[in-house]
């Protein structure tokens, strides 16, 4: 009776040796892992467990530090941005002031063209701060349809 698989002839078979290599990995959620392999490591190695500690608080220290320096970097940041705002609107405010005298005194054609180039002005640059902070591309220029 035939099952289909072929059939080896214990006679002419040869000897086969599978070699199989097993591993174990480990992760801990804290930056040391638990007691007992730092035990079996300072056993392995004497001072080990203490050079591990010592290079485990320098990291620490490390990213302390670089935080430490990225908020007072942000922060810094911000005041610009703050008193770019307020010297823009005090330009913005005289500007007013300018075309509102010009057209009192009877200067209306250059009252207008100052107005006109300020608000073309102004709206670009709220324009032009919104696409370089990431919050949206550029219309596509180009050729009409």
């Known amino acids: 009776m035939t ?3 072929p059939q080896i002839d214990p006679a002419a ?4 040796t599978i070699h199989v290599d097993l591993g174990i990995v ?4 804290s930056p040391l892992p638990p007691a007992s392999e730092l035990r079996q490591l300072e056993n392995l190695v004497p001072g080990a467990t203490d050079r591990l500690i ?4 320098r990291v620490l220290g490390m990213a302390e530090t670089e935080q430490s320096q990225r ?5 810094r940041n911000e005041n610009r941005r703050d ?3 307020i010297f823009g609107f005090i330009a913005f405010f005289v500007l007013v ?24 002005g102004v709206v670009g640059l709220f324009i032009v701060g919104h696409w370089s902070r990431g919050q949206g591309a550029p ?7």
């Open 54 to 57: 010592k290079l485990q608080e």
């Open 13 to 16: 078979s040869e000897q086969r």
């Open 3 to 5: 099952t289909g698989l």
């Open 83 to 85: 008193r770019g705002q």
């Open 26 to 29: 480990a992760s801990y959620s």
């Open 97 to 120: 002031v300018v075309i509102v005298i010009l057209a009192l005194t009877g200067n209306g054609t250059v009252a207008g063209i100052v107005a006109g180039t300020t608000v073309i």
């Open 71 to 75: 908020h007072t970097i942000e922060a």
């Open 139 to 145: 219309p596509p220029s180009g050729g009409g349809t």
